[in-house]
């Protein structure tokens, strides 16, 4: 059983900027794919980022390239989400997910933490 756990939510103005963490238990994180989803107020969870064992990343079209950017640290078993240039649609909860077998699925889910970005 692998638990995740995110941290470092909460509420920030427009323009400013939160690093959301994640850490996944299991000897073998650094194999782990590991994302970052949210869910706005009212719509249905999307994709924001991933990151596989190689640091390679992908985002969520324009959305929010350039602005959030995901990393990890294998050492600590711990992932990042650094977002900057905040917007109020930016608002949602954001979810980590950890995917343990290459190709799989998501198969472990944190409970999510707030962002809420104030205009």
């Known amino acids: 059983q692998v638990q995740v756990v995110e941290s470092g939510g909460g509420l920030v103005q427009a323009g400013g900027s939160l690093r959301l963490s994640c850490t996944a238990s299991?000897?073998?994180?650094?194999?782990?794919?590991m994302a970052w989803f949210r869910q706005p107020p009212g719509k249905e969870r999307e994709f924001v980022a991933s990151?596989?064992?190689?640091?390679?990343?992908?985002y969520n079209g324009d959305s929010v390239k350039g602005r959030f950017t995901i990393s990890r640290d294998n050492t600590k078993n711990t992932v990042y989400l650094q977002m900057n240039s905040l917007k109020p649609e930016d608002t949602a909860v954001y979810y980590c997910?950890?995917?343990?077998?290459?190709?799989?699925?998501?198969?472990?889910w944190g409970q999510g933490t707030q962002v809420t970005v104030s205009s």
């Open positions: 990151i596989i064992w190689n640091d390679r990343s992908t």
């Open positions: 997910a950890a995917a343990t077998a290459q190709g799989a699925s998501y198969n472990y």
């Open positions: 299991g000897r073998t994180f650094s194999s782990y794919t």
